[in-house]
């Protein structure tokens, strides 16, 4: 059974960085045939897909263009896990982080993480 | 982007009737070459993420009651509940998997009347 455990602060001031993983378990980041996937939740924009990572012989990554000038999602192999870095942040980025499983690249997302709630404030 | 939008908002269905929500992509999420909608139905109660409960427009995703359809294709979906148990009450959201970004619907607020 594939589990995916959220972890990271859940307080970030203005203009630094958000940074949250996601440890897997029952699969492995480096299945080259899933995808890795962040989204996040707020009241005023929904459910928004924010990017994801996955490996096909090498590690691919795509973003969301509204936040492709800040962010990064890294995996990493030695944890099996991966992660989500947002740089920058303002109010604007306070929402639940998910982290999700898609089975393949053109996929639907199977498993999801608990979520992270992140707040924006100095 | 491909963008999702539900109808309607909320919806007050009485126990044991049909509750009816759609879903409609702004261009087709049918793929000619294999002939499957890139459309997905979660439910996500307060608290909780979001279930995945249909994919490929009407596959059941396992241990999701029969009592849960989806329809449709192309641009046009539909997700059924025949007759509604008070476990369902929840938000109920559509996505498309067809291209990135994937994009959701905003979500439709299903009550008891």
């Known amino acids: 059974q594939v589990q995916l455990e959220q972890s990271g602060p859940g307080l970030v001031k203005p203009s630094q960085t958000l940074s949250l993983t996601c440890a897997i378990s029952?699969?492995?980041?480096?299945?080259?045939?899933?995808?890795w996937n962040w989204i996040r939740q707020s009241p005023s924009r929904g459910l928004e897909w924010l990017g994801r990572?996955?490996?096909?012989?090498?590690?691919?990554?795509d973003y969301a263009v509204f936040v492709k000038s800040r962010i990064t999602i890294n995996p990493d192999t030695s944890k099996n896990q991966f992660s989500l870095h947002l740089n920058s942040v303002t109010p604007e980025d306070m929402a639940i982080y998910y982290c999700?499983?898609?089975?393949?690249?053109?996929?639907?997302?199977?498993?999801w993480g608990k979520g992270a709630t992140v707040t924006v404030s100095s | 982007d491909i963008v999702m939008t539900q109808s309607p908002d909320s919806l007050a269905v009485s126990l044991g009737a049909r509750a009816t929500i759609n879903c409609k992509s702004s261009?087709?999420?049918?793929?000619?070459?294999?002939?499957?909608?890139?459309l997905a139905w979660y439910q996500q109660k307060p608290g909780q993420p979001p279930k995945l409960l249909l994919y490929?427009?009407?596959t059941r995703e396992s241990g999701v009651p029969d009592r849960f359809s989806g329809s449709g294709s192309g641009t046009d979906f539909t997700l059924t509940i025949s007759s509604l148990q008070t476990e369902d009450v929840a938000v109920y959201y559509c996505?498309?998997?067809?291209?990135?970004?994937?994009?959701f619907g905003q979500g439709t607020k299903l009550e008891i009347k």
């Open positions: 996505q498309q998997y067809y291209s990135t970004p994937y994009i």
């Open positions: 999700a499983r898609s089975l393949s690249y053109y996929f639907y997302m199977d498993v």
């Open positions: 029952g699969d492995s980041v480096s299945n080259n045939s899933a995808a």
């Open positions: 261009q087709s999420v049918l793929y000619s070459s294999n002939n499957k909608n890139y």
């Open positions: 990572t996955y490996y096909r012989s090498r590690w691919y990554n």
């Open positions: 490929w427009a009407s």
